[in-house]
C-alpha cells in the first residue's frame, strides 16, 4: 500500500461517503461508551474521515476533539461540519502528529485496515496519551463485513482487519486491554493506556 494511493482513494470518494455510511444507534453507543467518550474529555478522532462520529462527540458534551485525516477532501467535508463545536480538523498523517497536549481517548473509527505498520501506529497513538487515557480501536460492522468490503475496490489500500485476539495482543504492549468484541454487528478493541 502507498500513502498516495490511500489519499487518493479517499479524495475521491469523500463527497458520497456520508451516504454510504452504515449506523446502527445502539453499537454506536457501544464503542462510544467503551472508547470513554464522555463529558469534558479531549479526543483524538484518527482517520476521522468526513466527521462521521462529530455529533456523537458533541452530544456528549466533550470539551476538545482534535480530528485527523489525510485526504484533504475528506478533511474539507469535515471542516464545514465543525462550526460552533470545539473541533479542530487537521489534514496530515497521524504518525507525525505531535500534541502539545496529550488526549484523553484516541477512537481509530472504521479505519485500522488503512495503516500499513499497525506496530508502529498503535506505539505513537499510545505516546499521545495521559496517564490512564484510552485507546480504542473500533469498527460499526463486524470483521468479516470489514473483509469482504476490501476485498473488493479498496483491496489495494487494506491491509484487512486483524483478528480481535491479535489486536488485543499488539495493543497490550502499550495499554492495558480490557474490551475484546468482536460479532455480527460490531468489532471493538480498547485499553488503557500503560504508566511509564
Known sequence: MERSEIIDFFNRRASTWDTVQVRNENVMKEILD???????????DVACGTGVLFEDYKKRNVRRVIAIDISPEMAKIAKEKCKDAPIEVLCGDVQELELEQCVDCVMVYNAF?????????????AGLLVPGGRLTIAHGISRAVVDACHRGSAKHVSMGLMHEN????????????????????????????KAN
Not at 34 to 44: D, P, Q
Not at 169 to 179: F, N, P, R
Open 166 to 193: 491479535a489486536l488485543a495482543e499488539l495493543m497490550g504492549q502499550w495499554v492495558s486491554v480490557d474490551v475484546v468484541i468482536s460479532d455480527d454487528e460490531k468489532y471493538i478493541v480498547s485499553g488503557v493506556v
Open 113 to 125: 485496515p488503512h495503516f500499513v505498520e499497525p506496530e508502529k501506529v498503535i506505539e505513537h497513538l
Open 34 to 44: 467503551c472508547g470513554a467518550i464522555t463529558a469534558n474529555k479531549c479526543i483524538l
